[in-house]
């Protein structure tokens, strides 16, 4: 069993660590090229030096050896069929809603743990213990998105497979899941907004965190706390666009 385990953990590895340097990589590339997406707002002018994406990356593979455990602990007990997790196609309408309403489910969660946890390491007795090597670059580079200390990556790591485990869910609402939270942490931190302001000033937009409200998180610290959704924020006093690079307030 213990061969086993290490097996799987070692074969995670590679596949967790190239998921975040290939899609980093590419909006990297696309952001900061020659050509940048023309209806994208640039957040900052200043293009991320080369000695802070080699820090990123490197923390990045640091943080990888620590994702890799617990995601080793649920492959394990998914190929012994001790999770929640089930891959028998629904048959009836509401399991096929389901599938959705998981990924809104663990949303959801998700944006709880993550908010108040990243309040949590912002307190200064656990700031630079936790969460100072993910502020090392102010203006964060989509390199940034998984460059965490020791800490905080073991932090982070546990909560989504721990809920692989509780909540009944078929395994496309998980995988899909995990692209999301993976392509909304690296988005988030390129330093370029892909929706347009109209958007995120609108009834929907104006409840959703992307690059504008991550990007002042990272350039005035004690505000923006949450993931996927503004309502923690919003709750908590701690949501604030003052000084936002594309202008405006965006708020409810």
Do not use: C
């Not at 900061?32 to 900052?44: D, E, K, N, V």
């Amino acid at each position: 069993m213990t061969g086993s385990f290490i097996e799987t953990y070692l074969w995670l590895l590679v596949p967790i660590f190239l998921r975040y340097l290939l899609l980093a990589g590419a909006v990297h590339h696309v952001m900061w090229g020659r050509r940048p997406l023309s209806f994208a707002s640039p957040l900052t002018t200043a293009r991320p030096r080369r000695e802070h994406l080699r820090r990123e990356i490197k923390t990045s593979a640091l943080s990888s050896l620590i994702y890799a455990l617990p995601a080793a602990v649920l492959v394990q007990a998914f190929k012994n069929g001790g999770t929640a997790l089930t891959t028998e196609t629904p048959t009836s309408l509401l399991g096929w809603l389901w599938i959705p309403g998981a990924v809104l489910a663990l949303m959801l969660l998700q944006d709880a743990y993550f908010y108040w946890t990243h309040r949590l390491m912002h307190l200064p007795r656990f700031y630079r213990a936790t969460h100072h090597t993910h502020h090392t670059s102010k203006q964060p580079s989509s390199f940034a998105s998984f460059a965490f200390s020791g800490w905080e990556a073991a932090a982070a790591a546990w909560f989504v497979p721990f809920l692989a485990f509780v909540i009944p869910m078929h395994l496309s609402a998980f995988v899909t899941f995990v692209a999301i939270a993976t392509l909304q942490a690296v988005m988030n931190h390129a330093g370029w907004e892909v929706y347009p302001k109209r958007f995120l000033d609108g009834p929907v937009g104006r409840w959703l965190i992307t690059a504008r409200h991550h990007n002042l998180h990272h350039t005035k610290f004690s505000r923006n706390y949450g993931l996927f959704f503004r309502f923690w924020d919003r709750l908590m006093g701690t949501d604030d666009m003052s000084g936002d690079p594309m202008g405006g307030t965006a708020r409810a």
